[in-house]
T-cell receptor, first 119, second 113 residues
Framework: DAEITQSPRHKITETGRQVTLACHQT?????MFWYRQDLGHGLRLIHY???????NKGEVSDGYSVSRSNTEDLPLTLESAASSQTSVYFC??????????????????FGAGSRLTVL | AQKVTQAQTEISVVEKEDVTLDCVYETRDTTYYLFWYKQPPSGELVFLIRRNSFDEQNEISGRYSWNFQKSTSSFNFTITASQVVDSAVYFC??????????FGTGTRLTVIP
């Protein structure tokens, strides 16, 4: 069965360290997304990608970067982790839509989440 | 700008009671999509329903029903005869013209046995 896998599921790191959260999907979806979930904020979009070599900034992209070298993977990197980046991170994917009538219609499939603690 | 408001932060009901989760959205787009996701205690996000802005028909799926009213920009979710397994955080979300979602802050539902 197709799936979307995040690793690690839990990570504790120190302020200033570089951290990479992995996301791997076998749905063959073109679109991939990273969200963070914080109490009182719901889920907020960090970065997203519509295909290989495409990346875009979301609502809360400062301090994060992504790269898309293949269809299956969208790793999220925190260049210098800060305590404000303690959160639960969700990766998601969806099929590509063409045409305005379909744009935004796709259902996102989410990974299980990665809980990051920055001390 | 897009915005989703879920004013109910937490709701507690006794098992078998009906409960309605409110969702109010804001957008200037005429074409948009509304979603509900469930996040059980295990933490994953589970898709429940998607609605487009041109279809205001209410939908029922078992004990779940959704009331979409463009006149009040609301997309409310009702659980009939609630069960303990319904305990979760429920998110309403809005998508317009791009392949991403704007989420509300969620409503935590606790069903007491």
């Amino acid at each position: 069965d197709a799936e979307i896998t995040q690793s690690p599921r839990h990570k504790i790191t120190e302020t200033g360290r570089q951290v990479t959260l992995a996301c791997h999907q076998t749905w063959n979806h073109n679109n991939m997304f990273w969200y963070r979930q914080d109490l009182g904020h719901g889920l907020r979009l960090i970065h997203y990608s519509y295909g290989v070599h495409d990346t875009n900034k979301g609502e809360v992209s400062d301090g994060y970067s992504v790269s898309r070298s293949n269809t299956e993977d969208l790793p999220l990197t925190l260049e210098s982790a800060a305590s404000s980046q303690t959160s639960v991170y969700f990766c998601a994917s969806s099929e590509f839509s063409t045409g305005p009538e379909n744009s935004g219609a796709n259902v996102l499939t989410f990974g299980a989440g990665s809980r990051l603690t920055v001390l | 700008a897009q915005k989703v408001t879920q004013a109910q932060t937490e709701i507690s009901v006794v098992e078998k009671e009906d409960v309605t989760l409110d969702c109010v959205y804001e957008t200037r787009d005429t074409t948009y999509y509304l979603f509900w996701y469930k996040q059980p205690p295990s933490g994953e996000l589970v898709f429940l329903i998607r609605r487009n802005s041109f279809d205001e028909q209410n939908e029922i799926s078992g004990r779940y029903s959704w009331n979409f009213q463009k006149s009040t920009s609301s997309f409310n979710f009702t659980i009939t005869a609630s069960q303990v397994v319904d305990s979760a955080v429920y998110f309403c979300a809005l998508s317009t013209g791009a392949n991403n979602l704007f989420f509300g802050t969620g409503t935590r539902l606790t069903v007491i046995p």
